[in-house]
């Protein structure tokens, strides 16, 4: 699941999902759109926790912002 779908799922604009995660509006337009694929940390979970307070408990960062193998860290 993407930003986007989960976002909808919630039934949240771009707007009021910033708003909730206490980010700028464009920052969720910027993410969604692609543009910026390397959030800071800190931003991952003000959204996360602003979409696990509205209606998806369950959703990780890991699902919405996955790291792709090669940027992995090696344990």
Known sequence: MDLKEA???TGLSQQRLAELAGV???????LE???NRRPAYETV???VRALQRNGLPGITS??????PESKAVAS
């Open 7 to 9: 976002r909808r799922l």
């Open 33 to 35: 759109a692609g543009r």
């Open 24 to 30: 700028d509006d464009s920052t969720v337009f910027d």
């Open 62 to 67: 890991d699902e919405l912002f996955p790291v």
């Open 45 to 47: 979970v003000k959204i």
